[in-house]
């Protein structure tokens, strides 16, 4: 029998919360350290994914840096930069040499030692990503994720993930929760930095 509009509704919910409650709040601890240090070192964190996960990166990028100059009375905010909002960069290098370089390539050119990545990916198996994040780990940079589904090749190369643990395909539940995480800190900083 199928479930009706509201139950559906209800049953997504509480799924999301159930998410919630397996997420390892140590590691939202380490990455909330990770985003302090950075700040304070006036080091960069670049923020990227694929779909939802692009999306979220822009998102938190000017959640982190442009609301958190314009909410708190801090003065040194978050550099971060969303490398999925240059559509002229993203698109000469997919075509010129590939989709799995758009992130990378961007790397190459802006990437100084004490920066950092975080990526938010569902599967952690997206060609793109992963070349990325391998040629940080080359470089002896820290590679930070958010994924879902079993975190995939990622969550075995990154310094610091947080894992929302999903069934395969469930990508609407992951993408809610990376956005979700990216409010938390957005709001947390500006209770910090009042």
Known sequence: MKQNFKNFTKNYLARLEELFKEIDLNSLSRLESELENL??????????????????????????????????????????????????????????????????????????????????????????????????????????????FDGGKLKKISDLSVHIKTEKGAYGPVEDIQLIINHIFAHWFQYKFK
């Open 39 to 148: 700040r304070k070192n006036n080091s960069t964190l670049f923020v990227f994914g694929n779909g939802g996960g692009s999306a979220t990166a822009t998102t938190m990028a000017n959640d982190l840096g442009f609301d958190i100059k314009k909410k708190t009375k801090v003065k040194k905010t978050f550099k971060i930069i969303s490398l999925n909002d240059n559509s002229a960069v993203i698109t000469a290098i997919a075509n010129d040499i590939g989709y799995e370089n758009v992130f990378l390539k961007q790397l190459e050119i802006h990437y100084k030692k004490g920066d950092k990545i975080l990526i938010f990916s569902a599967s952690g198996n997206s060609e793109n990503l992963l070349k990325a994040a391998k040629w940080i780990k080359n470089k002896r940079g820290k590679v930070i994720s958010i994924l879902g």
